[in-house]
């Protein structure tokens, strides 16, 4: 069975500070793909990062950036000098690649950036 | 496009009580899921569907039944609330490969009492 685990439960840093979240997955599958989401505050669902399985290729986005690991199945999310906006839920999910696409997320990390 | 739109945003209901959670997308997607959201638990699927006419369990469908007559909506159904089913419910679409991002409805907050 896959599963996804995000063992940070909350993270509060100050301001301008790097943070990293971690995200460890399971599954027997050889092709999947592993998902970043953001809640802010007001509640949505907003999709951060996709990333298959066979590129682990880090990626870098502005402040964001993603370091995949499937020798250690992991796929961590760092944000750079964080600001107050970055207070979010952050989630982790992976799905399979066969058949209908059924996200399994981790609990989620409550991230605070205090000013 | 109004991606994909849910409704009611809230809902109160009592034990026993029945009711449908609305879901609709005007993207054309086939796939399409419910999700329910409790603190702590992340995100846990409750049903979800290939395309109309099709449909599948998820990991916690039991009290939700669900069914779909056209590609645009996804109704969920709770035929006798419980205060166990109090949460969050998102409803979601996507196209028909594992590597299409999901694209997530507002939600539903609801409190069974």
């Known amino acids: 069975a896959q599963k996804v685990t995000q063992a940070q439960t909350e993270i509060s840093v100050v301001e301008k500070e790097d943070v990293t979240l971690d995200c460890v997955y399971e599954?027997?599958?050889?092709?999947?793909?592993l998902f970043w989401y953001k809640q802010p505050p007001s509640g949505e669902l907003v999709f951060l990062i996709r990333?298959?399985?066979?590129?682990?290729q880090n990626e870098i986005s502005g402040r964001y950036s993603w370091n995949f690991q499937k020798s250690t199945s992991s796929f961590n999310f760092t944000i750079t000098a964080s600001q107050v906006v970055d207070s979010a839920v952050y989630f982790c999910?992976?799905?399979?690649?066969?058949?209908?696409?059924?996200?399994?997320f981790g609990q989620g990390t409550r991230l605070t950036i205090n000013p | 496009n109004a991606g994909v739109t849910q409704t009611p945003k809230f809902q109160v209901l009592k034990t026993g009580q029945s009711m449908t959670l609305q879901c609709a997308q005007d993207m054309n997607h086939e796939y399409m899921s419910w999700y329910r959201q409790d603190p702590g638990m992340g995100l846990r699927l409750i049903h979800y569907?290939?395309?109309?006419?099709?449909?599948d369990q998820g990991e916690v469908p039991n009290g939700y039944n669900v069914s779909r007559s056209t590609t645009e909506d996804f109704p969920l159904r709770l035929l006798s609330a419980a205060p166990s089913q109090t949460s969050v419910y998102f409803c979601?679409?996507?196209?028909?490969?594992?590597?299409?991002?999901?694209?997530f409805g507002p939600g539903t907050r609801l409190t069974v009492l």
């Open positions: 979601a679409s996507s196209y028909p490969t594992g590597s299409s991002e999901q694209f």
């Open positions: 569907s290939v395309g109309a006419g099709i449909t």
């Open positions: 599954t027997r599958d050889t092709t999947y793909y």
């Open positions: 990333r298959n399985s066979f590129d682990e």
């Open positions: 999910a992976l799905s399979e690649s066969q058949g209908a696409q059924k996200l399994v």
